[in-house]
């Protein structure tokens, strides 16, 4: 793609996102959607593969139908409250016709089933927008109308993403379905929270994306895309490598790493709000994704393919590691013991 283009759908991105964030008034919240959906739809197609025009097609019907749910949710609550402010979503209909479209336009269950094929066509790095800044728009609108969202479909569609999420990436073989599981069940643990602690929401938001840049910029670099090629690339870049599985390790949110940090403050919130069955119930189901995740963390520190493959041995490269992978793979493996001076911040 040509470099300016590249860099106006970026900037448009990055425009979309801040007006969304940063805006009172629905009318601006949406203009932002949707600028953010039309800078990301070249990103999708720019290789021209009938996949990318597929996912690229399924992208813009699913957000298109979010965005005129938002749209219609603000206006019946503008009718009916006389208010056009984001915060003063009052009117109880218009609450749940938000949720659905946020949820929609984040790929919660049960409006997940785009989320996967859109990934699966899209390149790695565009894959990392989709699951990464392309969130933080929605996620923020839920931030903002959180105390007149309904408890308990929230917490039913937080539920049912983390079962669905773990369940839907068992039999997977292709890494960008995997990472879009992974994100749904994510998304999950999100959801649950924000009504009794919004700013835990964003905690675990920022965590993930900076687990999920790293995983995402570490497959760029060695170029993979499916299980078999993972088990063949320890030649390219050990040391890389050997850190990918440390980072997979702290997505699936294993203790002594940095992606324990959000589970463990969730689990301790919805203790003291008396939702401790919702939090045994959510804790077991991510077992299911922490399954896929000790997949992809044994194909990584394979060193020889356990049946022959079809793929040769790429010869080992000189190429020194970006330092905004190694920043970020630092940052996803070591952040628990500063976590009391997170918990100041937040």
């Known amino acids: 793609m040509n470099p300016q283009a590249n860099l106006i759908f970026i900037a448009s991105l990055l425009l979309g996102t801040t007006i969304t964030i940063s805006s009172n008034h629905w009318i601006t919240a949406w203009?932002?959607?949707e600028i953010n959906t039309l800078a990301i739809l070249p990103l999708i197609s720019k290789s021209h593969h009938p996949r990318a025009i597929e996912a690229a097609t399924k992208y813009f019907l699913t957000q298109a139908a979010a965005s005129t749910l938002v749209l219609f949710s603000s206006m019946t609550n503008a009718w009916c409250t006389g208010q056009w402010d984001?915060?003063?979503?009052?009117h109880p209909t218009s609450c749940l016709i938000l949720t659905s479209a946020?949820?929609?336009?984040?790929?919660?269950?049960?409006?997940?089933?785009?989320?996967?094929?859109?990934?699966?066509?899209?390149?790695?790095?565009?894959?990392?927008?989709?699951?990464?800044?392309?969130?933080?728009?929605?996620?923020?609108?839920?931030?903002?109308?959180?105390?007149?969202?309904n408890p308990t479909l929230l917490t039913t569609l937080a539920i049912f993403s983390t079962a669905l999420g773990g369940w839907m990436g068992l039999n997977q073989t292709q890494v960008r379905k995997i990472l879009a599981f992974s994100s749904i069940s994510h998304l999950g643990w999100m959801a649950i929270i924000i009504i009794y602690n919004p700013k835990l929401t964003l905690l675990n938001f920022y965590l993930y994306t900076m687990m999920t840049a790293a995983v995402?910029?570490?497959?760029?670099?060695?170029?993979v895309l499916k299980l078999s090629t993972l088990m063949t690339t320890w030649t390219k870049i050990p040391s890389?490598?050997?850190m990918l599985l440390l980072t997979l390790l702290s997505l699936a949110g294993?203790?002594?790493?940095?992606?324990?940090?959000?589970?463990?403050?969730?689990?301790?919130?919805?203790?003291?709000?008396?939702?401790?069955?919702?939090?045994?119930?959510i804790s077991l189901l991510s077992l299911l994704s922490l399954f896929f995740y000790l997949r992809l963390a044994y194909c990584t520190a394979i060193t020889l393919p356990p049946h022959t493959t079809n793929h040769m041995k790429q010869w080992?490269?000189?190429?020194?590691?970006?330092?905004?992978?190694?920043?970020?793979i630092t940052m996803s493996i070591m952040l628990l013991p500063i976590s009391p001076m997170i918990f100041a911040a937040i």
Do not use: C
């Open 254 to 281: 294993l203790p002594p790493l940095t992606g324990f940090l959000p589970k463990w403050l969730i689990i301790q919130e919805l203790t003291k709000q008396d939702m401790a069955p919702a939090a045994m119930l």
């Open 216 to 223: 995402f910029l570490t497959l760029n670099t060695i170029k």
């Open 316 to 328: 080992r490269t000189n190429k020194p590691t970006n330092i905004t992978i190694a920043m970020l």
């Open 102 to 149: 946020v949820a929609m336009k984040l790929g919660l269950v049960p409006f997940h089933f785009w989320f996967p094929e859109v990934l699966q066509g899209s390149p790695l790095t565009t894959g990392l927008l989709l699951s990464t800044i392309m969130k933080l728009p929605p996620i923020t609108l839920l931030y903002m109308t959180s105390p007149s969202l």
């Open 86 to 90: 984001i915060t003063q979503l009052t």
């Open 31 to 33: 203009m932002g959607l």
């Open 240 to 242: 890389l490598n050997a």
